[in-house]
């Protein structure tokens, strides 16, 4: 009973943290406030929550890798390839033996091969905690889609390399030849495992409409929340990686979905529950991070004292100095790597605009550590052999303090750096997004034509008259959209005026018509199963009104 009562508390305490950050006075990533509850909870409450590391990981790293795998834009990952990759996979790697060797150097008395593994669980970086922290400014979408792109893959990479470096402390034996083989062995039998499962899933789901019509979208919605599971532990099953298979997994789903098609309740009902699932295990791993901080800060000092002594503000100090590396491995990083694109464009002939201070400043703050990190330190053996793993406390607390550090950095830096920056290139979205609408609408209308000549066959004056009708109804609002997608001229500007000026419009009426089944509910002249049918209705339309463009 108690195990449920700790979960429900957690769980409450996630659902009441986004409304916390909205009402605070000064405006706090969500993920700072989560680690504040959780250290309240463990400090005058003194909650204590046990866990086993490897169900640690199994439980939160798979869906949160899958569900970036699948929203993570398929196009600009193909197209951002290049720094992408350097970010996710150069500069893990650059940062794992830097800041390994710093560690080792910086406090002696921990091994080479943990120095490593706390790098490694160092590397991955959280777009999701960037995308909260940038305040009002909104950072260009070309470089999200780099970080999200880097945030992606260098979580798999910078996990695989974690088991690694462990796999060296335990054992201590490491062969770089031999580990490169069998990283490459790893990497590839997890994205086949993934790459299968996403498959699977995709033709039985297709089967099974086929049979029996569109599949209970609950039903589709369930198998969703075990396919990253499925993957994970299949892989893990023929020790290959899991984390690799649970990316793989999820970007398949998401271009089958795309190619085959999907159905749109389940595909509503998909977007919701992946949602909520993202923003309650990302939660909860830092809930947990603030329950454990009391026990983690008193394992350091423990550390601390074994590996020599000294005050409790060496562990301050080592937090600030291994996030000051982290920038600084960064910036060298991607102003090497800018570097060298500009001398192959050169070489080529292309025009390639030099990328500012400002900007390579942006992209180093912007490698804030997040959820993943957390997972994965928290995953480390707490034993070795017949004894505790070494430092594994002190290892806990630097990753918890280095994500804190970057949370605040970035918290103060990127809004200032962000405000007005504009990136070569930029990704033409209000563009393309008129473009995909006047071409719908053009669709639309034909499709239109088409149904209306059909009634006209059939013959029936008095079905052709209605279709006459209610068509030159239809096209009139399908009109309306094909002059606002226009680019530019004054029929498009006072198409898309009147465009806003209805949408307006027709919002107040829908909630006008909300209030009035709620009143008519309340009044008891409809039961609540007319009321659900009726808000659904409602609601389905002030989503979809909510969501176009209305520039």
Same mark, same amino acid.
């Given at each position: 009973?108690?195990?449920?009562?700790?979960i429900?508390?957690?769980?409450?305490v996630?659902?009441?943290?986004?409304?916390?950050?909205?009402?605070?006075?000064?405006?706090l990533?969500t993920?700072l406030?989560?680690?504040?509850?959780?250290?309240?909870?463990?400090?005058?409450?003194?909650?204590?929550?046990?866990?086993d590391p490897?169900? =640690?990981?199994?439980?939160?790293?798979?869906?949160l890798?899958?569900?970036? *795998?699948?929203?993570?834009p398929? &196009?600009e990952?193909f197209?951002? &390839?290049?720094?992408?990759?350097a970010?996710a996979v150069?500069?893990?790697?650059f940062t794992i033996?830097?800041?390994?060797y710093f560690?080792?150097w910086?406090?002696p008395?921990?091994?080479?091969?943990? *120095?490593?593994?706390?790098?490694?669980?160092?590397?991955?970086?959280?777009a999701?905690?960037?995308?909260?922290?940038?305040?009002?400014?909104?950072m260009p979408?070309?470089?999200?889609?780099? #970080?999200?792109?880097?945030?992606l893959?260098?979580?798999?990479?910078?996990?695989?390399?974690?088991?690694?470096? +462990?796999?060296?402390?335990?054992?201590?034996?490491?062969?770089?030849?031999?580990?490169?083989?069998? =990283?490459?062995?790893?990497?590839?039998?997890?994205?086949?495992?993934?790459? #299968?499962?996403?498959?699977?899933?995709?033709?039985v789901?297709r089967?099974?409409?086929?049979?029996?019509g569109e599949?209970d979208?609950?039903s589709?919605v369930?198998?969703?929340l075990?396919l990253p599971?499925?993957a994970?532990l299949?892989?893990?099953?023929?020790? /290959?990686s @899991?984390?690799?298979?649970?990316?793989?997994a999820?970007?398949?789903?998401?271009?089958?979905?795309?190619r085959?098609?999907?159905?749109?309740?389940t595909?509503?009902q998909? @977007?919701?529950?992946?949602a909520?699932?993202?923003?309650?295990?990302? *939660?909860?791993?830092?809930?947990?991070?603030?329950?454990q901080?009391p026990?983690?800060?008193?394992?350091?000092?423990?550390?601390?004292?074994?590996?020599? @002594?000294?005050?409790?503000?060496?562990?301050?100090?080592? /937090?600030v100095?291994?996030?000051?590396?982290?920038v600084?491995l960064?910036?060298?990083?991607?102003? /090497?790597?800018?570097r060298?694109?500009?001398m192959?464009?050169?070489?080529?002939?292309?025009?390639?605009?030099?990328?500012?201070?400002?900007?390579?400043?942006t992209?180093?703050l912007?490698g804030?550590?997040?959820?993943?990190?957390?997972?994965? +330190?928290?995953?480390?053996?707490?034993?070795?052999g017949?004894?505790?793993?070494?430092?594994?406390?002190l290892?806990?607390?630097?990753?918890? @303090?280095?994500?804190?550090?970057?949370?605040?950095?970035?918290?103060?830096?990127?809004?200032?750096?962000?405000?007005?920056?504009?990136?070569?290139g930029?990704?033409?979205?209000?563009? !393309?997004?008129?473009?995909?609408?006047?071409?719908v609408?053009?669709?639309?209308?034909?499709?239109?034509?088409e149904?209306?000549k &059909?009634?006209?066959?059939?013959?029936d !004056?008095?079905?052709i008259?209605?279709?006459?009708?209610?068509?030159?109804r239809?096209?009139?609002?399908?009109?309306?959209?094909?002059e606002?997608?226009g680019d530019?001229?004054? /029929?498009p500007?006072?198409?898309?005026a !009147?465009?806003g000026t209805?949408?307006v419009?027709?919002?107040?009426a829908?909630?006008? !018509?909300?209030?009035?089944?709620?009143?008519?509910?309340?009044?008891?002249e409809?039961?609540?199963e007319?009321?659900?049918?009726?808000? &659904?209705?409602?609601?389905?339309?002030?989503?979809?009104l909510?969501?176009?463009?209305?520039?």
């Amino acid at each position: 009973m108690s195990l449920v009562i700790t979960i429900l508390v957690l769980l409450l305490v996630v659902a009441i943290s986004g409304a916390v950050t909205r009402v605070l006075p000064v405006k706090l990533p969500t993920p700072l406030v989560q680690i504040g509850l959780g250290a309240l909870l463990a400090r005058p409450f003194g909650m204590h929550v046990e866990f086993d590391p490897d169900l =640690f990981l199994m439980l939160f790293i798979p869906p949160l890798l899958f569900a970036d *795998g699948w929203r993570i834009p398929k &196009r600009e990952l193909f197209l951002l &390839r290049g720094p992408i990759l350097a970010l996710a996979v150069g500069l893990v790697f650059f940062t794992i033996v830097g800041i390994g060797y710093f560690v080792h150097w910086m406090i002696p008395t921990v091994p080479l091969a943990v *120095g490593f593994a706390l790098a490694a669980v160092l590397s991955p970086t959280d777009a999701v905690a960037v995308s909260s922290i940038t305040g009002g400014s909104k950072m260009p979408s070309r470089l999200m889609h780099i #970080l999200s792109g880097e945030a992606l893959f260098n979580d798999a990479s910078g996990l695989v390399a974690l088991q690694f470096a +462990v796999v060296a402390e335990l054992t201590g034996r490491f062969s770089l030849k031999s580990a490169t083989l069998d =990283f490459l062995l790893m990497a590839g039998g997890g994205i086949a495992a993934g790459w #299968l499962v996403g498959q699977a899933f995709g033709i039985v789901r297709r089967r099974l409409v086929r049979w029996s019509g569109e599949m209970d979208p609950p039903s589709q919605v369930v198998l969703l929340l075990l396919l990253p599971f499925a993957a994970y532990l299949l892989a893990e099953h023929f020790d /290959v990686s @899991g984390i690799l298979a649970a990316v793989t997994a999820g970007m398949t789903l998401n271009y089958t979905d795309i190619r085959k098609g999907t159905y749109s309740a389940t595909r509503m009902q998909t @977007g919701a529950v992946w949602a909520m699932v993202e923003f309650t295990f990302n *939660g909860l791993i830092f809930i947990l991070l603030g329950l454990q901080l009391p026990g983690i800060i008193a394992g350091a000092k423990v550390d601390l004292a074994q590996a020599g @002594g000294g005050h409790l503000w060496y562990l301050a100090a080592y /937090v600030v100095a291994i996030t000051l590396a982290l920038v600084i491995l960064r910036f060298i990083w991607v102003w /090497v790597s800018l570097r060298f694109a500009l001398m192959r464009a050169l070489r080529r002939g292309e025009q390639r605009p030099k990328a500012g201070t400002r900007l390579i400043w942006t992209t180093s703050l912007a490698g804030v550590r997040g959820a993943i990190t957390m997972a994965g +330190v928290l995953s480390i053996p707490i034993m070795k052999g017949d004894g505790p793993f070494p430092v594994r406390d002190l290892m806990i607390f630097l990753a918890s @303090g280095v994500i804190l550090c970057t949370l605040i950095f970035g918290a103060v830096g990127l809004p200032l750096l962000v405000k007005g920056l504009r990136l070569p290139g930029e990704d033409p979205r209000v563009r !393309e997004e008129r473009k995909a609408r006047a071409l719908v609408a053009e669709a639309a209308l034909k499709a239109i034509g088409e149904e209306q000549k &059909r009634v006209d066959d059939g013959g029936d !004056e008095n079905a052709i008259a209605l279709a006459s009708h209610v068509a030159a109804r239809v096209v009139s609002d399908y009109q309306q959209r094909l002059e606002a997608a226009g680019d530019e001229g004054d /029929v498009p500007e006072k198409a898309r005026a !009147e465009a806003g000026t209805e949408r307006v419009m027709r919002l107040a009426a829908l909630r006008a !018509e909300r209030q009035e089944l709620y009143a008519l509910r309340r009044r008891h002249e409809i039961n609540d199963e007319t009321l659900r049918t009726l808000l &659904r209705e409602v609601d389905l339309a002030e989503a979809a009104l909510s969501g176009l463009h209305a520039g």
